[in-house]
């Protein structure tokens, strides 16, 4: 119920996200009585009641943990059930900022899609603002309805079923009064040329509309131009993660005295196999084949001079050696998500 | 809701705060003094009253004595090619299919002097001077007809943005302060950040009407604003600063009255941040009949500071009670040593987020959380906005950028409980034998070396 609002303490009813893992990152609504089953165990509901919003739950016997967090539009898009392709926060943090989509603004959101970004302009437009958002499949819609109602957005939200491409964005409830609008449509351009009815005719009025191919861009483009609206800019994110990680630093000079101690150590090594084969020889010579000479196992064999380990598993960081603290991207990055066109409508006033 | 808040700023108003963009895509900051003038240089000057009225984001024409003429954008009539009205009329040419004619003769092309441009310029003030200049530079141009449509419209853009007097009136956002700060001024006062890093902060910090935020920042009160902005009166954001005023120089040049910016922002320094005990302000109260009798002026400055006592003292019992809600550090000292220090003074599933212009000293934080049970999720972000060019048949990315924008770090503080231990797959014997194996080491090094610093970079 506090997507929109922090609070500290745990309740019958909240909706916490329970950190279950790195990737497993699981939405519940608290009931009394209900248990949570993880792969780490079960967690009575009952249990969480009255605990701290970040506090550690451990399970009943000790064992296995997670954490309960509060709900933010972040977590919920990282962790919601996925209905269609959502738009990330690289590219809504953006737009938000972008568009400046603060306390009291006025947005329109077509399609609603999974409801992810909905979230996030309902936290930016807070109690004074407003979002309507459209969907034209069913199914969707009343997921959204659903959602929006348990998450506490009613108030800022007003979700409509319907084909804005044929049928406008006109609802008998409300002026709509827009001054930012986002379209993530097959086909923006069937729908811009609705807008002139729904936007605000006394400010700057921003929109962003979301494609991913090029194509689409071109025509919304045109259609953009078409309709008065200026300042068109298409744009792209791109947006990495890092990890950081731990790289020995391996010196030229600690390898080359190595190797000098190596060719000592080998050197030495003939001596002793030649005092071997004597041994053996000798041994032969004397009949006493049954001589059991030991050899040192390889785990466990001296290696001498050893800077870097070698022979050991070295844990990444590990005491004892010099490491460069340095970043990869993860192995696999997203590298396009969608096509980002920006245009502005400003008001013809005439004074 | 206040009407201060640049969110009802639809309309120029005077006194405002606003950005200026010149055909040159250059901008400026300027305020709307009533009966006052606008100069923009070679691209003209205007009145102040004959813009105020019309709503954010107008473009105009520079006309003869100091007049605008409204205009649907910029470039109305020129690239903007919807229905012209009144503006510049489109200048008509014949163009060639290819360049094959086209000889590079360098200046010699040109028969129109620098001197000649000067002396038409001073004939009038208003945007005609522009058109005929550049009517008589494309007259004057020997090859002109030998340059293909493309390369004619490139050459007249060029010109435009020279010549024209034309320019917007942007509302005083915080983007639009942070590009005008990164592209006209230097990106170095604001650490480097880009527009979409900012974005992405806020986002991170989940910053939002309500909030009492930590801060620290370093780029002259940008994120300040921006959180404002965002906070739209309710919330307060405690301004961690290393001096004994905050530097917010950029608060000076938006719409927030010193009334607002006092209720909202609360500056405490290191000092009194680390050690909120030993910091309480020792002054006053004095006794009522004390301030009564005391002389105007006197009366004035004791009631001015007890006003920042009264700030303080609420910062330090937040600080105190472990209060925050959030943390966005855009500091130079150094987050790995301090961050983690910070963190203690926040609640429980509370956003962390660091910036810093490299990514190098947000891997050592980095480094720090990975191993710190009180944050989870430790990840570096970047984000960075490619521009396109969006002529109709001719998309491509734009040819130069302002590179860097900067690196954010973003955790999620949580409360662990004191010992607990994970169960994972690793088998249990051997993680046992592992951890014993550890202990002993790290026992034996400790007796053999001095402890080493591994917060260090």
């Known amino acids: 119920m506090s997507i929109t609002k922090y609070k500290d303490t745990i309740e019958n009813g909240d909706l916490i996200m329970v950190y279950i893992s790195r990737l497993h990152i699981k939405p519940i609504v608290v009931q009394q009585g209900e248990v949570l089953n993880t792969r780490f165990g079960s967690f009575p509901h009952d249990s969480m009641i009255g605990l701290k919003y970040g506090a550690q739950l451990l399970t009943p016997k000790g064992k296995g943990f997670v954490y309960l967090l509060h709900p933010t539009p972040e977590l919920w898009t990282v962790s919601l059930p996925h ?200 041994a032969k010579a004397e009949m006493k084949s049954d001589t059991y000479i030991k050899q040192p196992k390889l785990k466990d064999r001296d290696r001498g001079y050893n800077p870097f380990g070698k022979g050991r598993r070295i844990a990444e960081g590990e005491e004892g050696f010099d490491w460069f603290n340095v970043s990869k991207t993860e192995r696999e990055i997203k590298s396009h998500t969608s096509y980002l066109t920006f245009a502005v409508k400003v008001p013809q006033l005439q004074l | 809701m206040n009407s ?143 340059k293909t449509i493309y390369s004619q419209e490139k050459y007249l853009t060029r010109k435009q943005r020279k010549f024209s007097r034309r320019f917007t009136v942007r509302n005083m956002t915080p983007s639009n302060l942070l590009n005008h700060i990164r592209k006209d001024r230097d990106p170095n006062k604001l650490m480097g950040l880009s527009e979409e890093t900012l974005g992405l902060m806020m986002s991170h910090a989940n910053v939002m009407p309500g909030g009492n935020y930590l801060l620290m920042d370093d780029t002259g009160g940008l994120l300040v604003y921006a959180m404002l902005e965002r906070m739209q009166g309710q919330g307060s954001i405690t301004l961690i600063h290393e001096n004994d005023q905050p530097k917010l120089v950029l608060l000076n040049r938006t719409n927030y009255s010193e009334e607002e910016l006092y209720n909202m922002v609360k500056p405490i320094n290191l000092l009194e941040f680390v050690d909120p005990g030993d910091n309480r302000p020792t002054i006053g109260p004095l006794p009522k009949e004390e301030v009564d009798s005391m002389p105007n002026i006197r009366r004035i400055k004791y009631l001015r500071r007890m006003k920042k006592v009264k700030q303080l003292n609420e910062s330090l019992d937040m600080v105190e009670a472990r209060a925050f809600d959030g943390l966005i550090y855009a500091s130079t000292i150094n987050p790995v040593t301090f961050v983690p220090r910070i963190i203690e003074r926040m609640k429980g599933s509370r956003p962390i987020v660091v910036y810093n212009q490299f990514k190098e000293v947000l891997i050592g934080l980095s480094h720090i959380f990975l191993r710190d049970s009180r944050v989870l999720l430790p990840n570096i972000y970047e984000s960075c906005v490619r521009q396109f060019q969006t002529i109709q048949g001719r998309l491509h990315p734009l040819v130069t950028s302002i590179g860097g924008g900067g690196y954010i770090f973003s955790g999620i503080r949580v409360l662990p409980i004191e010992g607990a231990v994970a169960s994972g797959r690793r088998n249990k014997k051997r993680s046992c034998e592992e951890r014993e194996e550890r202990n002993k080491k790290r026992q034996e090094k400790e007796v053999a070396a001095e402890p080493k610093d591994d917060t260090h970079l």
Request: aromatic letters at 8%; a negative charge.
């Open chain 2, 4 to 146: 201060s808040f640049s969110h009802e700023k639809g309309i120029i108003g005077y006194d405002d705060w606003a950005i200026i963009t010149l055909p040159s895509s250059a901008t400026k900051i300027v305020q709307m003094r009533k009966g006052g003038s606008i100069s923009l240089g070679k691209f003209g000057t205007f009145k102040v009253d004959h813009i105020v009225g019309y709503a954010y984001g107008q473009s105009f024409e520079v006309l003869e004595g100091k007049d605008v003429l409204p205009l649907k954008s910029i470039s109305y009539g020129l690239d903007d090619t919807s229905d012209t009205k009144d503006s510049t009329p489109a200048l008509e040419f014949q163009s060639s299919e290819d360049n094959r004619d086209l000889l590079d003769t360098g200046s010699k092309v040109q028969k129109i002097t620098a001197k000649e441009i000067e002396e038409m310029k001073k004939e009038g003030g208003g945007n005609d001077v522009g058109n005929k200049i550049i009517e008589r530079i494309v007259q004057g141009h020997e090859s002109f007809e030998k």
């Open chain 1, 83 to 282: 209905r269609t392709q959502i738009v990330y926060t690289p590219d809504s943090s953006y737009i938000l900022q972008r568009m400046n989509v603060i306390g009291g603004s006025r947005v329109i959101e077509a399609g609603t899609g999974s409801g992810s970004f909905t979230h996030a302009f309902a936290r930016n437009v807070g109690q004074s603002g407003r979002i309507f958002t459209y969907e034209f499949h069913e199914a969707r819609y009343k997921q959204a309805v659903q959602e929006f109602g348990d998450h506490g957005l009613n108030d800022m939200v007003v979700v409509t079923h319907r084909d804005v491409c044929s049928q406008g964005f006109v609802i008998t409830q409300e002026k709509i009064d827009a001054d930012s609008v986002f379209l993530d449509l097959p086909s923006p351009w069937d729908a811009i040329p609705h807008l002139d009815e729904v936007i605000s005719q006394k400010r700057q009025v921003d929109i962003c509309c979301f494609s991913p191919c090029v194509e689409q861009v071109m025509k919304t483009v045109e259609s953009l131009h078409e309709n008065g609206w200026t300042q068109v800019e298409m744009t792209e994110v791109s947006s990495l993660v890092w990890e950081s990680r731990k790289e020995m630093i391996r010196e030229v000079d600690d390898a080359l005295k190595r190797l000098k101690d190596v060719k000592k150590r080998q050197k030495e090594g003939i001596e002793k196999l030649k005092e071997l084969a004597k041994a053996k020889a000798k």
